[in-house]
């Protein structure tokens, strides 16, 4: 049997920014501790640091939530043109042609093995195709089929966006084209309602739709939960309940929604950089959480992703915050009972199979 820090990695999770792009960023502002160049290199750096280099096969990209709206329209809108802009930075990483102060070297481009732009969702499919039209120019066919799927971001918009007929019928024909929709709500930050409305949309999008051309799914970071809960019991505690139903509503709207399992630390307190945590009372707390997520979609539908390097700013810095999360990953699978093929799985299989990627 092969150990556990000897399998595989696919990182399905992760965000890059050079400097130069840092004011296209819709959350940047001088004080966030993001504010600065989050490149390749840096992240290198990270999985180094946990000597975890020689199992790295490569990572999934993220949209990093750049300034845009939902037409191409000149200001006082942003457009689609930082977006697209986005879409250029990893078409040059994926061929590994870097310039200057980017932060990546040629060799850099056997680690993109999926890039998940952002897209113009609740425009419906008229404005998608139109959008979909000027990503693949920026990619070129070379760098095309790297495009796996897209996100828009719903954890800070208002009430009601998931259900707008654009955006279900956007959903919808995402799926016909056969990509990806990568699913970010935020249950601690912006309430339970999140999930319901999710859960809705999912109902709507999935209904009448089978095989092939239903959407494929994947969740972002455990829904975010209030991983800082204080009760004597979490397991039933009303909030944790509700998330519970709603979560695995999520997993049974259809065979081919997913789950990452990542995100934590945004959601815990903070950990210190200097001295290393108690990873069994980071285990013991998420340990509710998890259980349900692995109870809900099954091995075969979890993937593990690092979240860096938003996991960096609960996790304790660059040097530390992916190790520490790799380690709290594996005491999760290994109390959990999972097979090696299933560990296996987790640590890349999964993210492989569910965003039709072949390496």
């Known amino acids: 049997m092969t150990p556990t820090n000897q399998i595989p990695?696919?990182?399905?999770?992760?965000?890059?920014?050079?400097?130069?792009?840092?004011?296209?960023?819709?959350?940047?502002?001088?004080?966030?501790?993001?504010?600065t160049q989050h490149s390749v290199n840096e992240y290198r750096h990270a999985v180094a640091q946990s000597n975890a280099t020689s199992l790295l096969r490569g990572f999934i990209f993220l949209e990093t939530d750049r300034l845009s709206s939902i037409t191409d329209s000149t200001p006082p809108n942003h457009g689609w043109q930082h977006a697209l802009d986005e879409v250029s930075l990893l078409t040059r990483i994926a061929l590994g042609t870097p310039i200057p102060g980017e932060g990546h070297v040629p060799h850099d481009k056997t680690l993109c093995l999926g890039i998940v732009p952002w897209a113009p969702v609740p425009g419906g499919p008229d404005v998608l195709s139109a959008y979909m039209e000027q990503v693949r120019a920026r990619t070129g066919?070379?760098?095309?089929?790297?495009?796996?799927?897209?996100r828009y971001l719903v954890q800070d918009k208002v009430a009601g966006?998931?259900?707008?007929?654009?955006?279900?019928?956007?959903?919808?024909?995402?799926?016909?084209?056969?990509?990806v929709f990568d699913l970010g709500v935020d249950a601690r930050s912006g309430g339970l309602g999140q999930l319901r409305e999710a859960?809705?949309?999912?109902?709507?999008?999935?209904?009448?739709?089978?095989?092939?051309?239903?959407?494929?799914?994947?969740?972002?970071?455990?829904?975010?939960?209030?991983?800082r809960l204080v009760s004597d019991d979490i397991r039933s505690h009303p909030e944790f309940l509700e998330w519970k139903v709603l979560v695995t509503k999520m997993a049974r709207a259809n065979p081919r929604t997913y789950m990452k399992l990542?995100?934590?630390?945004?959601?815990?307190?903070?950990?210190?950089?200097e001295s290393e945590p108690d990873f069994g009372a980071i285990v013991e707390r998420v340990q509710p959480w998890t259980d349900v997520i692995f109870d809900a979609f099954g091995a075969d539908r979890v993937m593990f992703g690092s979240d860096w390097p938003v996991c960096n700013v609960g996790g304790g810095g660059n040097d530390?915050?992916?190790?520490?999360?790799?380690?709290?990953?594996?005491?999760?699978?290994?109390?959990r009972g999972l097979s090696e093929e299933q560990k296996?799985?987790?640590?890349?299989?999964?993210?492989?199979?569910?965003?039709?990627?072949?390496?």
């Open 320 to 335: 530390v915050s992916w190790g520490r999360w790799r380690r709290v990953v594996e005491e999760v699978l290994e109390r």
């Open 9 to 35: 990695i696919v990182d399905s999770h992760i965000h890059l920014f050079p400097a130069t792009h840092l004011k296209t960023l819709s959350w940047h502002n001088a004080n966030n501790p993001l504010g």
């Open 199 to 227: 859960v809705e949309m999912m109902e709507l999008v999935y209904r009448g739709l089978e095989g092939d051309e239903a959407l494929t799914i994947v969740i972002n970071h455990l829904c975010k939960p209030n991983l």
């Open 141 to 150: 066919e070379e760098v095309w089929g790297k495009v796996r799927g897209f």
């Open 344 to 359: 296996r799985g987790v640590w890349g299989s999964v993210a492989l199979h569910a965003y039709g990627i072949e390496i």
């Open 262 to 273: 990542s995100g934590a630390f945004s959601e815990l307190l903070p950990l210190e950089a």
């Open 161 to 179: 966006t998931m259900l707008g007929d654009g955006f279900v019928e956007g959903l919808r024909w995402l799926g016909r084209k056969g990509f």
